[in-house]
Nanobody
Framework: QVQLVESGGGLVQAGGSLRLSCAASGRTFSTYDMGWFRQAPGKEREFVASISWRGTSPYYADSVKGRFTISRGNAKNTVYLQMNSLKPEDTAVYYC????????????????WGQGTQVTVSS
């Protein structure tokens, strides 16, 4: 069982940056692949980025590639999402998720979810 708590969301102007953090409970955090998803108002939740338990194989949605960076600190049981060059279309609730099955590309691969943190980008 893993509990995930996101933080770092807020209001930022277009072109600005935010860093999201996701703190995980449990001693087995380092064995889970981690991901970030987002859900904009009126839209379905979508994949943003993921990273393996080793901290390798970062994978990004085309819409954020080159602007967002996912990383993790296993010693701190934390995964991060650095978001640069933010656009109004990045406005959404951002969710952290953990996967135990060895796959970490789609929503169905992830077993545990945080409550989300709101990111609002003004134009």
């Amino acid at each position: 069982q893993v509990q995930l708590v996101e933080s770092g969301g807020g209001l930022v102007q277009a072109g600005g940056s935010l860093r999201l953090s996701c703190a995980a409970s449990g001693r087995t955090f380092s064995t889970y692949d981690m991901g970030w998803f987002r859900q904009a108002p009126g839209k379905e939740r979508e994949f943003v980025a993921s990273i393996s338990w080793r901290g390798t194989s970062p994978y990004y949605a085309d819409s954020v590639k080159g602007r967002f960076t996912i990383s993790r600190g296993n010693a701190k049981n934390t995964v991060y999402l650095q978001m640069n060059s933010l656009k109004p279309e990045d406005t959404a609730v951002y969710y952290c998720a953990a996967a135990s099955g060895g796959w970490f590309r789609t929503e169905a691969d992830f077993d545990w979810w945080g409550q989300g943190t709101q990111v609002t980008v003004s134009s």
